[in-house]
């Protein structure tokens, strides 16, 4: 918690004195969990990985938007979940499948060589191009208002946070 997942490579980096070194997948500071590293010549086979499905849990507080999307933000809009454990469902089986999302501002997706995130920082609106993703799995862990737990299994490139908006509406 806390560490970007470049923090954590440059980390291990040191510890293992690696010269060459790389990770699967980009992680934001508020991710937990594991990060699969590769180092010398493994890093040619990260690829791989870096193309494959993943899973999350993810935790949302319904009812609240951030201005980044996440936890991180300042809360910019309140309202009263009034949602039972069907509706919840019913928006799950809705998302399952292939959706098409638009990429946050606030995501590691690279534009002209920055990442978005670095633009939504400034202050600055990016145009960004919907993409189709495939949520192959999306079940309520938990649920106690607000607070929803949902354990997710999708392609590379789905945003839990915009998925979690589209629920919360």
């Given at each position: 918690?806390?560490?970007?997942?470049?923090?954590?490579?440059?980390?291990?980096?040191?510890?293992?004195?690696a010269?060459?070194?790389?990770?699967?997948?980009?992680?934001?500071?508020?991710?937990?969990?594991?990060?699969?590293?590769?180092?010398?010549?493994?890093?040619?086979?990260?690829?791989?990985?870096?193309?494959?499905?993943?899973?999350?849990?993810?935790?949302?507080r319904?009812?609240?938007?951030?201005?980044?999307?996440?936890?991180?933000?300042?809360?910019?809009?309140?309202?009263?979940?009034?949602?039972?454990?069907?509706?919840?469902?019913a928006?799950?089986?809705?998302?399952?499948?292939?959706?098409?999302?638009?990429?946050?501002?606030?995501?590691?997706?690279?534009?002209?060589?920055?990442?978005?995130?670095?633009?939504?920082?400034?202050?600055?609106?990016?145009?960004r191009?919907?993409?189709?993703?495939?949520?192959?799995?999306?079940?309520?862990?938990?649920?106690?208002?607000?607070?929803?737990?949902?354990?997710?299994?999708?392609?590379?490139?789905?945003?839990?946070?915009?998925?979690?908006?589209?629920?919360?509406?």
């Amino acid at each position: 918690l806390g560490w970007t997942s470049n923090d954590a490579l440059q980390k291990a980096k040191g510890l293992l004195r690696a010269e060459k070194g790389g990770h699967t997948g980009t992680l934001d500071p508020l991710a937990t969990g594991l990060l699969p590293l590769a180092f010398g010549a493994a890093t040619k086979f990260a690829q791989v990985n870096l193309e494959a499905d993943k899973r999350y849990t993810a935790t949302l507080r319904l009812g609240e938007r951030t201005s980044t999307g996440d936890g991180e933000g300042q809360v910019v809009e309140r309202r009263p979940v009034s949602c039972d454990r069907a509706a919840i469902d019913a928006a799950c089986a809705r998302f399952t499948g292939r959706i098409v999302q638009l990429p946050p501002m606030h995501s590691a997706i690279k534009h002209e060589g920055r990442a978005l995130y670095d633009y939504a920082r400034a202050g600055v609106e990016i145009e960004r191009q919907p993409r189709e993703v495939h949520i192959r799995r999306l079940v309520v862990v938990r649920w106690e208002a607000p607070l929803l737990v949902l354990d997710v299994a999708c392609s590379k490139g789905t945003y839990i946070r915009t998925l979690a908006e589209d629920i919360g509406e």
